[in-house]
């Protein structure tokens, strides 16, 4: 190993520990039994009552009408990180097909807005879409936590570069083959995209299961809370909360360590 490589691999290694070391620290802290010192703080010991506290906490009905338990809320969280970033990929894609291979007017100016959507943040257009809801009824519903959030202008554009640099053989193959435009979307480009679409999945569930501010305005009923927006029944600092905590940063955490090399894979394949 050269110098420039140890200098570089110290470098990632302690930005590594770092970022762990703290998330390490709470959750040995919920391996205690509750009420004692190495429970109530930060601690590198671990403790003997992992799995009875953790089963009770998933247990343990939450809420002021004790309608939701932990369980429910990982359910949750994990069906609108799921149909977040489902519907996303999938409304990206066919926007970029869309515009890459049919003549559509004005596509330079729908370009152009997708490229202006950028630049406003999320939470800038909560509002006006929560106001839509309520005129059809999708208030408190998993359809109004996922649909008003399915256009993404940076998928879309990203699935536009990568669509961009597929030889015109392939059209010209599809049509000699008798493949009509929807035959042609599903078994060329859709196989062809998977790793980038894969790529996205993970970052837009990541993003979807964070969310906080938007499942607040929608949900109203404590049945549809999610993990993140229930760690207000908890307390952060107390010893349910820290479990809560360390639930909410493991699914995510878990899918970009097993999958990491298709991520980046699906990045460079979508940079090309």
């Known amino acids: 190993m050269t110098r420039q490589n140890l200098v570089d691999h110290t470098i990632l290694i302690a930005g590594s520990l770092i970022m762990c070391v703290p998330l390490c620290m709470v959750f040995l802290a919920t391996t205690h039994e509750a009420g004692t010192p190495g429970s109530s703080g930060l601690t590198l010991v671990p403790g003997s009552h992992f799995l009875e506290n953790y089963r009770d906490m998933l247990t343990l009905k939450a809420g002021f009408g004790g309608d939701i338990t932990a369980l429910g809320m990982i359910w949750n969280s994990f069906l609108l990180a799921t149909g977040f970033a489902a519907v996303k990929v999938s409304f990206s894609l066919a926007a970029a097909y869309g515009l890459s291979y049919f003549r559509i007017p004005a596509a330079g100016f729908i370009f152009w807005l997708l490229l202006l959507s950028l630049m406003l943040p999320l939470e ?3 509002l006006p879409t929560f106001d839509v809801l309520t005129h059809f009824g999708l208030v408190d519903t998993t359809a109004g936590l996922v649909l008003p959030l399915a256009a993404s202008g940076l998928g879309t554009i990203f699935f536009l570069q990568f669509l961009k640099t597929l030889p015109e053989t392939l059209v010209e193959a599809a049509r000699l083959d008798g493949a009509g435009p929807f035959r042609f979307f599903r078994d060329i480009l859709v196989p062809l995209s998977a ?4 790529a996205l999945f993970l970052v837009l569930f990541v993003t979807g299961w964070n969310q906080y501010l938007w499942p607040v305005l929608v949900t109203s009923s404590e049945d549809g809370y999610t993990l993140v927006r229930g760690l207000q029944y908890f307390g952060n600092g107390s010893l349910y909360g820290k479990m809560l ?14 999958f990491q090399r298709q991520f980046v894979k699906g990045l460079f ?3 090309h």
């Open 195 to 198: 790793p980038m679409a894969g």
């Open 245 to 258: 905590a360390c639930l909410a940063v493991l699914p995510p955490a878990l899918l970009i360590l097993v």
């Open 269 to 271: 394949d979508g940079s």
């Open 124 to 126: 800038s257009r909560f």
